[in-house]
């Protein structure tokens, strides 16, 4: 394992200094030690850009000891804060060597790197491009020494606000499903907990899906205790317990299981959320990339219901426009004019049930090709015979059907 | 034809939760049915507890470095008044009161030390018991918190860090501070230092309000003193001889105070597991002074 050392990172300092456009990122590391100023855990070493009231809040939201859920040494927390006004701090916590005092458990170790509000913006307010610019300098794990003083990095923002290569990650309907009522939530929830088996690149693609502009109000942590003390607005349990039974607790604490993700009823939920569902189904991910890259700066996360609702029209509307413009392939469409049709499209159901590829994909360009008025009651009678039909049978999670109805919900844009 | 009945209105039950709780610790109104204070995350079970009962508890903080053995002394204290012994008799008050002496002794009866207290507020064991003494005629309510030493410390440095710490150095009747005579015979000053902060902290609190020298009682208490057996046979004179400096402080800032020596773990050893590097093993438990210091402290109060 690599030790970091002040002289170290002084060499990669002066390679980037060389490089125009690069961003001052202020670092300190909190963990457990024994030091001349006092023993336990504190600040034990830090650049010279952090004043006395940075510390004092670096050790308020520094985690301490038994403060990660996970034992494995290998796992790694991170997690993102406001640092008093103007600035930022981006963080990344696991376990390190012996605790000092000898009474067992392994020290806490957080390497934390501090942005103002302008450095902040240069990497479009987006801590997981902190983190990525941070590990292309160093190794951040801690090494069988700390060190007793860092120097000011040098770190090189780069791409555009929205990565459409992320947003393309998620392109299963599962995973869009549970994105859409992820977006809903966080949005909607002044704090929430998240709870099972996620990974840090679901919520990458979240601050991915928001205007630069709003992304610095969604502190988050992952892997972390929860604690009252630090104010995180997402706040990652894992699988563990007791942890959640403490969390939710809480008071104005909402929970959203990755497990089991629940649907929000599409009457009420938040435009920006519907808008990114509307983005995702009909893989627009370069368009979507280009919209949310043109929310001007001044936009507040009040009105992301407002630009939402005129994404989503605009989105429509050109796929209309285009539709109009180059007629459908015939052969796969169902063309409703008798009752005869209508019968069709709910056979359709049927066999999409069943796990049927072809007639999944049949329903899907019906409803993507022809949306008139005829067809959204249409839309809604095949809901309503797909949900009572869903009803009828039980379905084991994770089997062939599970994955039919989670499909089928959002091409009926219906829930169970 | 209806027949008259009479139905209960359940709506009542909500005027209950319209009235605000106050912290007994930092005096924030919180939600009725909230657990941890908001402001300073202490439990409001001890507002509830103080709410019912006629007596209001008096405050007891055990302070010290972070590895000073606060929570083991805390723990075996809890643990020996529980049972009868005669002079003091201690009843804890609320489940969570006892959880700190069954961390700590479970760890002992395993052959380790209990681990850190976290330095979350939210995460400290806290105490509410009844203190009974033979010579004093009405028992006493006591609130006894674990906290962590950093967070002391940090509280020290930084006024209002911890608004726990804070409300609570402000409020507390009697002090136990811990200081670690390992550390002291191995010659750091920190010990040393840390104390004289913190009695000049506490007595800057109460010249606040009467000028002059501070009656609150404060027992200054040598922790693992097995380590260095002088210190058991007078330990004012240690004091005197090892730490000048907080010896000298305290006879100038308070009137009530005293010197005492404790143990715990009769012999200490180590054991080097493989990448966790050596860990304390209580080789014997051997519990000596843990009484004394409290019993003194108490009938100053």
């Not at chain 2, 002992?108 to 400290?124: A, G, M």
Request: net charge neutral; hydrophobic share 40%.
């Amino acid at each position: 394992m690599a030790t970091l050392s002040p002289k170290d990172l002084h060499l990669s300092v002066s390679k980037s200094q060389d490089t125009a456009g690069t961003v001052a990122v202020e670092q300190a590391i909190f963990t457990s030690a024994r030091t001349s100023n006092k023993d336990g855990y504190q600040l034990v070493a830090w650049s010279p850009g952090i004043s006395a009231e940075d510390a004092r809040l670096l050790a308020v939201w520094g985690p301490a000891h038994d403060s990660m859920i996970v034992s494995d040494p290998s796992d790694v927390s991170l997690n993102f804060h406001p640092l008093g006004q103007g600035k930022f701090c981006v963080s990344r916590t696991m376990l390190g060597t012996a605790e000092y005092s000898g009474r067992g458990g392994r020290q806490v170790y957080t390497h934390c790197f501090i942005l103002s509000t302008e450095g902040f913006t240069r990497f479009q307010n987006d801590p997981f491009r902190v983190v990525s610019a941070a590990l292309a300098i160093r190794d951040l794990r801690p090494g069988s020494e700390l060190p007793t003083d860092l120097p000011t990095l040098k770190m090189l923002p780069s791409g555009p606000p929205v990565e459409p290569a992320m947003i393309r990650l998620f392109d299963a309907p599962l995973q869009q499903q549970m994105l859409v009522s992820w977006t809903h939530m966080a949005l909607t929830t002044n704090k929430l907990t998240f709870t099972g088996s996620y990974n840090d690149r679901f919520l990458a693609v979240f601050f991915n899906l928001l205007p630069v502009s709003v992304r610095p109000q969604f502190s988050f942590s992952t892997r972390l205790r929860y604690s009252p003390r630090r104010d995180f607005r997402l706040i990652g349990l894992g699988s563990d317990i007791e942890e959640q039974k403490k969390a939710s607790r809480q008071e104005g604490c909402s929970v959203f299981q990755f497990d089991a993700p629940a649907r929000s009823p599409e009457m009420s939920r938040h435009p920006w959320a519907t808008w990114v569902q509307v983005a995702l189904c009909h893989r627009e991910h370069d368009e979507a990339a280009r919209m949310i890259g043109e929310v001007p700066l001044s936009a507040r996360l009040e009105d992301l219901p407002s630009i939402g609702n005129r994404f989503r029209v605009a989105m429509s509307g050109r796929r209309m426009r285009e539709a109009a413009a180059s007629p459908a392939p015939v052969e796969s469409v169902v063309v409703p004019e008798t009752n005869a049709d209508r019968d069709e499209l709910l056979t359709l159901v049927e066999r999409a049930l069943e796990g049927d590829v072809a007639a999944l994909e049949r329903l899907n360009s019906t409803w993507c090709a022809q949306p008139d008025r005829q067809m959204e009651s249409l839309r809604e009678e095949c809901a309503r015979h797909f949900v009572k039909l869903a009803q009828e049978r039980t379905i084991e999670p994770g089997t062939k059907a599970s994955v039919a109805i989670e499909i089928l919900s959002l091409i009926l844009r219906t829930s169970i | 034809m209806t027949k008259r009945v009479l139905v209960a209105m359940d709506s009542y039950r909500l005027a209950e939760c319209a009235v605000p709780v106050s912290c007994y610790i930092c005096g924030v109104d919180n939600n009725y049915n909230t657990e941890l204070c908001r402001h300073c995350a202490a439990p409001l079970a001890l507002s509830h507890q103080a709410r019912t009962q006629g007596l209001r508890p008096q405050m007891v903080a055990v302070l010290g470095t972070a590895a000073a053995g606060k929570t083991v002394y805390l723990g075996m204290l809890l643990d020996m008044l529980t049972r009868q012994n005669g002079r003091v008799q201690v009843l804890a008050r609320g489940a969570f009161s006892i959880t700190l002496q069954q961390r700590t002794m479970m760890a002992l009866s395993n052959c380790r030390f209990p681990e850190k207290t976290p330095n979350e507020p939210d995460r400290w064991n806290w105490v509410h018991c009844q203190a009974k003494i033979n010579s004093k005629k009405n028992p006493m309510e006591l609130i006894m918190p674990d906290m962590a030493g950093e967070a002391i410390l940090e509280e020290i440095d930084h006024p209002n860090a911890y608004p726990a710490i804070h409300s609570f150095l402000e409020k507390c009747s009697a002090v136990i501070l811990l200081a670690d005579t390992d550390r002291i015979e191995r010659g750091g000053a920190e010990q040393n230092y840390f104390l004289m902060k913190l009695i000049t902290y506490l007595s800057e609190q109460d010249n606040r309000k009467v000028r002059g020298k501070s009656t609150r009682p404060v027992a200054i208490v040598y922790s693992k003193a097995d380590r260095c057996e002088p210190c058991f046979d007078d330990p004012e004179l240690y004091a005197r001889e090892k730490t000048p400096n907080l010896w000298q402080q305290v006879q100038q800032r308070f009137t009530n105070y005293g010197f005492f020596a404790s143990g715990v773990a009769g012999s200490v050893g180590f054991r080097d597991a493989p990448g966790e590097g050596p860990t304390a093993v209580p080789l014997r438990i051997e519990p000596r002074g843990i009484v004394e210091p409290f019993e003194w402290l108490v009938r100053k109060i």
